[in-house]
């Protein structure tokens, strides 16, 4: 089989590597972390938490899955799965983590596209009911519960590092990433979404359109724009987008009022897929 379950996984008390005894993970210090029954292990210390339940809730992440299985989104996976693959040598197992993976439908579609390829997988959420959602759907890869502030990975073990709509963390990227590894980062474009912000914002924000430069420990690859029109048809479609997003806590009332009312809607799609190496001589 081509997808095998990651193993580099470090102990998220004292950086220390972790391995598997049955059901459950132990560093060399005694520490052990319980593989939950649907095939997660919850890596998050309390003491690293800001709040009980930190990211996204139950309700936004059934959302999400719901949004994503509909394929809305399928040719920014497509577009994350050609990045990912290029390049990597077929005669060894490359090791993949997805920073922020939610309910796994990125490295879902990585998983299936790979061919002969061969990858160990993991996706890692701060969200419990993320990592729980992807765990339920998907038993090919690893899945925890943790943070990109610190990541549990044992430095230097991944080739490929995928940060899709979320929050990157360069150091920490930067440590568990090999040298000539690759981070794949996708972000918000000026458009992406316009009909939508326009319907429940009063005024949008002038966007920034100068490109940020490398960040510290990386040099830039190739990006690529990925742009398409959406049409939504159902108030249900229109609420999912709504509530996989962080517009759902920003907008008013009345803004999302105006997105309730509506029964169809085409937005735009436009993001940005940017690739990072690690350099080689830090």
């Known amino acids: 089989m081509s997808i095998t379950p990651f193993q580099a996984l470090a102990c998220p008390l004292d950086d220390e590597p972790l391995q598997r005894d049955g059901k459950v993970w132990r560093c060399a210090h005694g520490h052990s972390f319980d593989v939950a029954r649907q095939g997660y292990v919850h890596l998050l210390p309390v003491q690293n938490k800001r709040s009980r339940d930190p990211g996204d809730s139950k309700q936004m992440v059934a959302a999400r899955r719901r949004f994503l299985n509909a394929g809305h989104y399928r040719p920014i996976a ?3 799965s050609r990045a ?3 390049g990597l040598p077929t005669d060894a197992t490359a090791n993949c983590l997805d920073a922020g993976c939610g309910e796994g439908y990125y490295l879902r579609e990585l998983a299936d596209a790979a061919g002969e390829q061969p990858l160990a997988l993991l996706g890692l959420d701060i969200s419990k009911w993320a990592v729980l959602a992807a765990a339920k759907q998907d038993k090919r890869a690893s899945w925890v519960v943790g943070s990109n502030a610190r990541l ?3 430095p230097g073990t991944l080739d ?3 940060c899709l709509f979320g929050f990157p963390v360069y150091g920490e990227f930067a440590r568990a990433l090999k040298p000539g590894g690759e981070l794949l980062q996708v972000d918000a474009g000026p458009d992406h979404l316009r009909e939508l912000r326009e319907i429940i914002y009063p005024a949008l924000k002038p966007e920034r359109t100068a490109e940020p430069p490398a960040p510290e420990g990386f040099m830039p ?5 990925i742009r398409y029109p959406l049409a939504l048809t159902g108030a249900e479609r229109i609420a999912d987008l709504l509530a996989m997003t962080p517009h759902l806590y920003r907008a008013s009332a009345e803004g999302r009022a105006r997105a309730a009312a509506l029964d169809s ?3 735009s799609v436009d993001v940005r897929l940017k690739r990072f190496v690690r350099d080689a001589t830090d």
């Open 84 to 86: 990912a693959l290029a």
């Open 265 to 267: 809607l085409t937005v």
């Open 152 to 154: 549990p990975v044992q």
């Open 160 to 162: 490929r590092l995928l």
């Open 78 to 80: 497509e577009a994350v």
């Open 221 to 225: 690859l190739a990006a690529e724009t």
